[in-house]
């Protein structure tokens, strides 16, 4: 059983100690953690960035009550970028999801979708698929392999008339492979 103990204090600083021996301190957005009484901690760089104040409080309202910090926000971003950096890489392998709005009463829409998506089954992994009112249908589907191929067949599917939105969200998973491999 693991019990957790939670403390904040000031904003600045959260506690969470765990009874298997292990402590974690997070200390002005950088997690501290210490196992058996050995303290580990990432190291962080400081930088300064040169802003328009109402761009900066916009982004400030947008994130209010989500991040503690505006550090933890931008850190978020940088590494959403280097996702979507390393996801332009044509060869390499994703996941995600491609979701569609569509029209079912398009005569041979869903039959082409259905289609596309048989013929390249190892792609498709699993469907979600709701009735958003009489006439439009939302569609989620998991998707899994090459980006370029991803990309291609899924801007097919899109493109097809009564299909009103689509949209692929994809993240790399090639390193998230090799880790669990080791």
Not at 21 to 29: A, D, T
Not at 116 to 135: G, I, M, P, T
């Amino acid at each position: 059983m693991l019990f957790v103990f939670y403390l904040k204090i000031l904003r600045e600083f959260t506690l969470i100690f765990h009874l298997d021996s292990q402590l974690y301190l997070k200390v002005k957005g950088s997690w501290i953690y210490s196992k058996l009484g050995v303290i580990y901690m990432s190291e962080l760089k400081r930088f300064g960035v040169s802003i328009e104040e109402e761009l900066l409080n916009e982004f400030d309202d947008i994130n209010q009550g989500i991040y503690e910090s505006r550090s933890e926000a931008i850190r978020d971003l940088i590494r959403q970028s280097i996702i979507d950096a390393e996801n332009e890489d044509e060869e390499s392998e994703v996941v995600g999801t491609l979701t569609i709005i569509y029209n079912h009463h398009k005569k041979g829409l869903t039959d082409k979708m259905n289609q596309l998506q048989h013929d390249y089954h190892c792609l498709f992994k699993s469907n979600l698929h709701l009735h958003l009112d009489a006439e439009f249908c939302l569609e989620v589907i998991v998707v899994e392999g090459p980006y370029a191929k991803l990309k291609e067949i899924s801007s097919r599917i899109i493109a097809l008339k009564g299909v009103k939105q689509g949209r692929l969200t994809v993240t790399n998973i090639e390193g998230v492979k090799m880790e669990n491999e080791k």
